[in-house]
Structure formats: C-alpha cells, structure tokens
C-alpha cells in the first residue's frame, strides 16, 4: 500500500468549497496522529499511531523505469455525500460530518470527500475516520498545524 496523504492543495480547495476546518492545517494534526514512521516522527509525520509507514526501498533503476512506463491518472472516484455548508444544496453531511437534516446519522468515509482529489485516497480517508472520531465523540479538535510544505509546480494549477 503507498501512503500518500493528499496533495494539500485538495483539502485547501475543500475548505473554500466550504468544508469548514477541513483546511491542511485543520486535517495534518489527524493525519499525524495516525501514523508510526520508522524514520521517527516530525511537523509532518507521526511516530506513534496505528499505521505504520516507513520509506519505500526503491534503489534498484528498474523501479523508476518501470514506473515512469506504468504510471497513468487512475483517479479515485469519491465524494457522493459532500461536506457542506447546510445551505449547500449539492451538500450531504455537515462539518461534523451530520447528514444534513436528519437528527443522528454521520457519514465518515471517503463519499465525503468534497470533490476528487489529485492523489490516493486511503491516507486521507483514514485521516477523515481519525476527525470523525473525535466529532462523534465531542473532542476539541486538535491545534492547527502550521507546518510549510511541498507544492510540484504541475499541481498548482488544478488537478492531474
Ligand atoms: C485494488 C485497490 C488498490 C488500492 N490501492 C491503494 C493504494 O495503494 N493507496 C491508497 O491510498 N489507496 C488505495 N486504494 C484506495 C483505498 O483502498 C480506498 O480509497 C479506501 O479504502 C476508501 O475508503 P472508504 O472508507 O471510503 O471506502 P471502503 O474502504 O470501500 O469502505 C466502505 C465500506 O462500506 C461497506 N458498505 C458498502 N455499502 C454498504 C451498505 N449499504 N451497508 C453497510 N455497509 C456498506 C463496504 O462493505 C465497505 O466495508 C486502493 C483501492 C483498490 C480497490
């Protein structure tokens, strides 16, 4: 399984598309407490949640020939029950993540994403379970992060 995080870039579009606190600097926190890194934690990795990550070996040259030869845009179908503003008529769940209009139903998965993101899904995904979590269980959300990161220049633009 590769554990890609996101593009943070996504979770920024989310926010303006209205998923309040769904911001990078709002999810990073969540994302961190899911992970053990082999390599030890920092503003971006955490070193001591369920899901432990570590560095990929890829030193033999045929990895990188075969996954420049391999690589396609599969996209990752999500986001049928959105995060919204309730005025939202296109919204289904709130940003707690409460189907908008019924009284004790969530939905915590992928289907909330607010639209396609640009890379994997399961790092994120795990990430809007770890939110979820404290939502339901009426936690204060964890402080913002403020930690710098890394754009590619092919993606400032919109989505691969
Ligand atoms: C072959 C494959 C390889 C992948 N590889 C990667 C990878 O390398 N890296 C990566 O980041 N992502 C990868 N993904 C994507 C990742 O697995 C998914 O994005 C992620 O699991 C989505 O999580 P989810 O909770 O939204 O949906 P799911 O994991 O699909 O969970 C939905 C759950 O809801 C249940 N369900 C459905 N309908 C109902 C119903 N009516 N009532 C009750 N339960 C229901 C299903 O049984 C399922 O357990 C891969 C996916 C596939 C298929």
Same mark, same amino acid.
């Given at each position: ?67 420049? !030869?391999? *690589?396609? =845009?599969? +996209? #990752?179908?999500?986001?049928?029950? &959105?995060? @919204? ?57 964890? !402080?913002? *992060?403020? =930690?710098? +990161? #890394?754009?590619?220049?092919?993606? &400032?633009? @919109?989505?691969?």
């Amino acid at each position: 399984m590769v554990y890609i995080r996101g593009n943070p870039l996504d979770f920024e579009r989310w926010q303006d598309e209205g998923a309040g606190r769904w911001g990078y600097a709002n999810v990073l926190p969540f994302s961190r407490r899911a992970e053990a890194r082999d390599e030890g934690g920092d503003a971006y990795h955490g070193d001591s949640g369920p899901l432990h990550t570590r560095h990929g070996n890829l030193t033999n040259p045929m990895h990188a020939a075969w996954t420049k !030869a391999a *690589a396609e =845009a599969g +996209y #990752h179908p999500c986001g049928t029950c &959105r995060i @919204g503003r309730t005025d939202d008529p296109l919204a289904v769940v709130d940003s707690e993540l409460k189907v908008i209009g019924l009284a004790a139903l969530r939905v915590v998965d992928s289907s909330v994403m607010p639209s396609v993101t640009t890379g994997n899904l399961n790092a994120p995904t795990i990430m809007i379970g770890e939110k979820g979590a404290d939502h339901i269980m009426g936690k204060p959300l964890l !402080a913002t *992060a403020n =930690a710098e +990161y #890394h754009i590619a220049d092919s993606l &400032r633009e @919109g989505q691969r």
